[in-house]
């Protein structure tokens, strides 16, 4: 080989070079996690990922269902290993909004008509995470649902803009950086970052928006305030309180502690139903506070909600989805029996592209012993009745 | 005139993605480079205020904390050893995809190359390509400018003979 085909190599290979350390990057997320991490100021483990992933679940696109082997196609098992320890707690006190139905909805006349045509039914996903139980159980009903209603709002709302991005970011007197990958804007205004996402098909994820504290974000003087105290301040302050129904819940197990505003719908002749995610987990607006800083907050973009009205299955049909057997016979394994033993109307988000829905759903839940810990066991089932839903 | 400090936020946002690719270059495996990385910038985050911009550039600085992070983690744990791990349990992007897209690496073979060099010569390359003047670098390895040169130069070399060898 000669001296300038060898160096011709060699510059090659500088250009190789040159690209792979432009391209090798941290997981998405990672930039996000870290500041907001270095933010409350709390010490790094060895293994980094893992302080942070129960730190900073707020930020995390929701986690996935653990509904192995769901027989049904209605029935979502959900074996969510949730210590009844948890440090949340109902925070009460916090349901001050009005009943109405959410952002911008539509009646017609006082009716709600099924004028979505068929909704999609909620997605269903077969991962499962290792820290929870999704082992196979015997389900048992022996609680009470009275359910006086045959039907129940269905919301619908368009998937938001880069325009609506930017309008909410300006509406909050931020301003444009870019428009990184996965969002639809990331803006800075003098005391955080703002990052604007869509709705997050799989797993499914309201669209939403982050706030990250800087340096500049002041502590909240206002002596004996609570930790929801503190929250509201910083959220009237910044134009962003709830305009929708909702309960408090505080979790003051660690730090930052956090301040869940959890939405809810409002359904005619039932009352408040709880906004949750796949795991039936409820979540809206999260404002995490370190000391009397905000550092974090996490909440639903507004958008705009179409509201039509659903036939929705009778309780005894959900239960009787509820405990279906979930898959055949097990052998070699001892499967417990879980008692369900509460049952609620929830909402669920079900993406469907361009415009996505919040679908009424039923949630039931029962407690059971595994390895000397008591755990839930969650199930959700579908409301709208099939002859309404496409598969 | 004493250079204005930036705030710290600009510094880490335009400096995270560079650092955790200089140390991914060094340790091999994701998950120790984000929690050398992590550690790297916690470590900034407290000295930021004795930052001097008038003695270093922040990039300059920011690099040797990442150096020493990354050193104190080769003394902790013995460098030999996490690379056979690297090596051993780290997927080819052809069976992981998913894993290929998280951790956005397009020269993961490359990468491992460079991981394998002798620690100056890994240095060198790693710095220069992170976007180091060869001054700024040569002040990290303690060497002339034009040492850090040679040293460079002698180091895509011996990488180059690596990646032939393994293609031969």
Same mark, same amino acid.
């Given at each position: 080989?000669?001296?300038?085909?060898?160096?011709?190599?060699?510059?090659?290979?500088?250009?190789?070079?040159?690209?792979?350390?432009?391209?090798?990057?941290?997981?998405?997320?990672?930039?996000?996690?870290?500041?907001?991490?270095?933010?409350?100021?709390?010490?790094?483990?060895?293994?980094?990922?893992?302080?942070?992933?129960?730190?900073?679940?707020?930020?995390?696109?929701?986690?996935?269902?653990?509904?192995?082997?769901?027989?049904?196609?209605?029935?979502?098992?959900?074996?969510?290993?949730?210590?009844?320890?948890? @440090?949340?707690?109902?925070?009460?006190?916090?349901?001050?909004?009005?009943?109405?139905?959410?952002?911008?909805?539509?009646?017609?006349?006082?009716?709600?008509?099924?004028?979505?045509?068929?909704?999609?039914?909620?997605?269903?996903?077969?991962?499962?995470?290792?820290?929870?139980?999704?082992?196979?159980?015997?389900?048992?009903?022996?609680?009470?649902?009275?359910?006086?209603?045959?039907?129940?709002?269905?919301?619908?709302?368009?998937?938001?803009?880069?325009?609506?991005?930017?309008?909410?970011?300006?509406?909050?007197?931020?301003?444009?950086?870019?428009?990184?990958?996965?969002?639809?804007?990331?803006?800075?205004?003098?005391?955080?970052?703002?990052?604007?996402?869509?709705?997050?098909?799989?797993?499914?994820?309201?669209?939403?928006?982050?706030?990250?504290?800087?340096?500049?974000?002041?502590?909240?003087?206002?002596?004996?305030?609570?930790?929801?105290?503190?929250?509201?301040?910083?959220?009237?302050?910044?134009?962003?309180?709830?305009?929708?129904?909702?309960?408090?819940?505080?979790?003051?197990?660690?730090?930052?502690?956090?301040?869940?505003?959890?939405?809810?719908?409002?359904?005619?002749?039932?009352?408040?139903?709880?906004?949750?995610?796949?795991?039936?987990?409820?979540?809206?607006?999260?404002?995490?506070?370190?000391?009397?800083?905000?550092?974090?907050?996490?909440?639903?973009?507004?958008?705009?909600?179409?509201?039509?009205?659903?036939?929705?299955?009778?309780?005894?049909?959900?239960?009787?989805?509820?405990?279906?057997?979930?898959?055949?016979?097990?052998?070699?394994?001892?499967?417990?029996?879980?008692?369900?033993?509460?049952?609620?109307?929830?909402?669920?988000?079900?993406?469907?592209?361009?415009?996505?829905?919040?679908?009424?759903?039923?949630?039931?839940?029962?407690?059971?012993?595994? @390895?000397?810990?008591?755990?839930?066991?969650?199930?959700?089932?579908?409301?709208?009745?099939?002859?309404?839903?496409?598969? | 005139?004493?250079?204005?400090?930036?705030?710290?936020?600009?510094?880490?946002?335009?400096?995270?993605?560079?650092?955790?690719?200089?140390?991914?270059?060094?340790?091999?495996?994701?998950?120790?480079?984000?929690?050398?990385?992590?550690?790297?910038?916690?470590?900034?985050?407290?000295?930021?205020?004795?930052?001097?911009?008038?003695?270093?550039?922040?990039?300059?600085?920011?690099?040797?904390?990442?150096?020493?992070?990354?050193?104190?983690?080769?003394?902790?744990?013995?460098?030999?050893?996490?690379?056979?791990?690297?090596?051993?349990?780290?997927?080819?992007?052809?069976?992981?995809?998913?894993?290929?897209?998280?951790?956005?690496?397009?020269?993961?073979?490359?990468?491992?190359?460079?991981?394998?060099?002798?620690?100056?010569?890994?240095?060198?390359?790693?710095?220069?390509?992170?976007?180091?003047?060869?001054?700024?670098?040569?002040?990290?390895?303690?060497?002339?400018?034009?040492?850090?040169?040679?040293?460079?130069?002698?180091?895509?070399?011996?990488?180059?003979?690596?990646?032939?060898?393994?293609?031969?």
């Amino acid at each position: 080989m000669s001296d300038q085909d060898d160096d011709l190599e060699l510059q090659a290979l500088q250009r190789e070079l040159d690209d792979a350390f432009a391209t090798t990057r941290p997981r998405r997320g990672f930039e996000d996690e870290l500041w907001l991490h270095m933010q409350a100021r709390r010490p790094v483990s060895t293994r980094f990922a893992d302080a942070i992933a129960g730190l900073f679940q707020g930020i995390r696109e929701a986690p996935r269902v653990p509904a192995a082997a769901v027989a049904s196609i209605l029935v979502v098992a959900i074996g969510a290993g949730l210590l009844l320890s948890s @440090g949340l707690h109902g925070g009460g006190g916090g349901s001050t909004a009005s009943l109405s139905a959410g952002d911008g909805s539509k009646r017609n006349g006082g009716e709600y008509l099924p004028t979505f045509g068929q909704v999609p039914a909620p997605p269903q996903d077969n991962s499962v995470p290792s820290a929870v139980y999704a082992g196979p159980a015997h389900l048992v009903w022996s609680g009470k649902l009275n359910l006086s209603i045959s039907t129940a709002p269905v919301f619908r709302y368009q998937e938001p803009t880069v325009n609506a991005s930017d309008q909410f970011a300006t509406s909050l007197g931020a301003a444009l950086v870019d428009r990184p990958s996965g969002y639809l804007g990331s803006y800075r205004a003098t005391t955080y970052t703002l990052k604007v996402r869509g709705t997050v098909q799989t797993p499914p994820s309201s669209p939403a928006y982050f706030i990250f504290a800087n340096l500049g974000m002041p502590e909240i003087d206002a002596a004996g305030a609570t930790s929801q105290g503190l929250a509201d301040i910083f959220l009237a302050g910044h134009s962003l309180a709830p305009q929708w129904t909702y309960t408090v819940a505080v979790d003051s197990s660690g730090d930052p502690v956090k301040v869940v505003y959890q939405r809810q719908f409002d359904v005619p002749g039932y009352g408040p139903a709880n906004l949750v995610d796949v795991n039936g987990v409820r979540y809206g607006l999260e404002v995490d506070i370190s000391g009397r800083r905000p550092v974090l907050a996490t909440g639903l973009l507004p958008v705009s909600l179409d509201r039509a009205d659903y036939s929705i299955i009778s309780a005894d049909q959900a239960i009787q989805q509820a405990v279906a057997p979930q898959m055949g016979p097990v052998t070699g394994v001892t499967v417990p029996t879980v008692q369900l033993t509460q049952a609620e109307l929830v909402y669920v988000l079900v993406p469907a592209g361009d415009h996505s829905f919040y679908e009424p759903a039923f949630l039931f839940s029962g407690t059971f012993q595994v @390895g000397g810990a008591t755990r839930i066991k969650r199930v959700l089932v579908a409301a709208v009745d099939p002859s309404q839903r496409s598969s | 005139m004493v250079p204005a400090r930036p705030p710290f936020e600009d510094l880490y946002r335009e400096y995270l993605g560079r650092i955790y690719s200089y140390v991914r270059a060094q340790v091999g495996a994701a998950a120790d480079a984000e929690d050398i990385t992590a550690q790297v910038f916690m470590n900034a985050y407290q000295a930021y205020a004795r930052f001097e911009a008038r003695n270093t550039t922040p990039a300059a600085w920011l690099f040797r904390i990442a150096r020493n992070a990354t050193l104190d983690h080769f003394r902790a744990g013995g460098r030999r050893e996490r690379l056979r791990r690297t090596i051993e349990h780290q997927p080819l992007a052809e069976e992981d995809p998913a894993g290929q897209a998280e951790e956005r690496i397009q020269y993961r073979a490359l990468l491992a190359h460079v991981a394998q060099l002798p620690e100056r010569q890994r240095d060198a390359i790693s710095l220069r390509h992170s976007g180091l003047s060869f001054e700024e670098v040569g002040g990290l390895l303690g060497c002339s400018e034009d040492a850090a040169k040679m040293l460079y130069h002698r180091a895509v070399k011996a990488l180059k003979e690596a990646v032939r060898k393994e293609e031969v």
